[in-house]
């Protein structure tokens, strides 16, 4: 089974949850500067001498695929730790099974698309 970890974090904590990732040799994420809203709804902010209501917030993404549900537990609280601050807006993290996967130069699929080629 492949499991697809998405986590959407605070972006000061893009250093933390790297290297707790890497603490626990995860060695594929991908990971993406996005822009977001939850329950926080923004600020608003004086631009040029007007208030101005700015929504959207900026946020990291990382993207994870795991091999087990072990793995996942351990990517989730690697994350869950490194990220989390007490305040709202620390951000949310999903995780889904995932159908197929494939190395594109190789045609590998599932667990062995995965595997580093070293």
């Known amino acids: 089974m492949?499991?697809?970890v998405e986590a959407i974090v605070r972006e000061e904590?893009?250093?933390?949850?790297k290297e707790a990732l890497n603490k626990i040799q995860v060695n594929g994420i991908t990971?993406?500067?996005i822009m977001g809203c939850g329950v926080q709804r923004g600020y608003r902010e004086n631009v040029r001498g007007s208030e101005v209501d700015i929504f959207l917030q900026p946020k990291i993404k990382f993207e994870i695929v795991v091999s087990s549900e072990e793995w996942e537990k351990k990517v989730i609280d690697a994350?869950?730790?490194a990220?989390?601050?007490g305040e709202v807006g620390d951000g949310k993290i999903f995780s889904y099974e995932i159908r197929s996967a494939m190395r594109i130069r190789t045609k590998e699929t599932g667990y062995d698309a995965l595997q580093s080629e070293f």
């Open 31 to 33: 990971v993406a500067q």
């Open 83 to 85: 990220a989390y601050t």
């Open 2 to 4: 492949l499991i697809k």
């Open 13 to 17: 904590k893009l250093e933390e949850v």
């Open 79 to 81: 994350i869950q730790s």
